[in-house]
């Protein structure tokens, strides 16, 4: 029998994938992300901390014993190896040069904080619609620490960096 958050999840297969491991480059990958950090994000959503209108939608449909079990369900999925991204070699290694101040906190490899979100593999369209909306404050970030680092960053930097991430 499915757990109450595999339940839950069926409602977010359509964007996110049965298992939140899609091929998307829109919609982001759930499968693997920390737990306490999807939590945070539906509750963001839910407050309207964090702008968009299917996701708020969503969150609010969702009980916090839901959103608990959800987040739990997500967590404990694995994201598959597999990638369709097409990649462009030249951006991926200007991107992982940008990304040096990223890779202690986001990975590919061990992360300094594990609440912190994984990026690798994550959705090409959805990393630079992020990053921007970092950058232009139109995601605000509770813990304070992105907007800064990206306020520096131009498209270009964003572009490659994103590309360096879906790739892995
Ligand atoms: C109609 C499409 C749709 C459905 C259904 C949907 N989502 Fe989403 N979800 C999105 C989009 C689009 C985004 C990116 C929004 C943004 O830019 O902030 C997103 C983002 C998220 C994020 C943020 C991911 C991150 O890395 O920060 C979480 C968590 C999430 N969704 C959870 C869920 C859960 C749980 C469900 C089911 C209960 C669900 N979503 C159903 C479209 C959807
Ligand atoms: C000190 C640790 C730290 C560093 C360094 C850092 N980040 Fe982050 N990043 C975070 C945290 C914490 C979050 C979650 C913030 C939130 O709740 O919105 C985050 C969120 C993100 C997200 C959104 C992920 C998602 O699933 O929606 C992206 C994209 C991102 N960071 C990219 C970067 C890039 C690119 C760099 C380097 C230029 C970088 N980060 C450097 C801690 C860090």
């Known amino acids: 029998m499915a757990s109450p958050g595999g339940q839950v999840a069926?409602?977010?297969t359509y964007c996110h994938g049965r298992y939140g491991d899609n091929q998307s480059d829109y919609y982001p990958k759930l499968a693997g992300l920390p737990a306490k950090y999807i939590k945070d994000?539906?509750?963001a959503y839910r407050e309207?901390?964090?702008d968009s209108l299917s996701?708020?939608?969503m969150a609010l449909a969702l009980s916090l014993a839901e959103i608990d079990q959800?987040?739990?369900f997500f967590a404990s999925r694995e994201q598959s190896l597999e990638n369709v991204?097409?990649?462009d070699e030249a951006q991926i290694s200007k991107g992982k040069k940008k990304a040096l101040t990223c890779v202690a906190c986001h990975g590919?490899?061990?992360r300094v904080d594990p609440n912190t979100p994984p990026l690798a593999r994550q959705g090409y369209d959805y990393l630079v619609a992020q990053l921007v909306a970092y950058r232009e404050g139109t995601r605000l970030d509770t813990n304070g620490v992105m907007p800064?680092?990206?306020a520096g960053l131009s498209d270009a930097d964003i572009e490659a960096i994103a590309h360096y991430y879906a790739a892995q």
Request: with cysteine; glycine share 4%; aromatic share 8%.
């Open 55 to 57: 996701m708020q939608s």
């Open 85 to 87: 991204f097409l990649a």
């Open 41 to 43: 994000q539906l509750l």
């Open 70 to 72: 959800v987040s739990d």
């Open 10 to 12: 069926f409602s977010c």
């Open 48 to 50: 309207g901390r964090r």
């Open 148 to 150: 800064a680092l990206v």
């Open 108 to 110: 590919p490899e061990e």
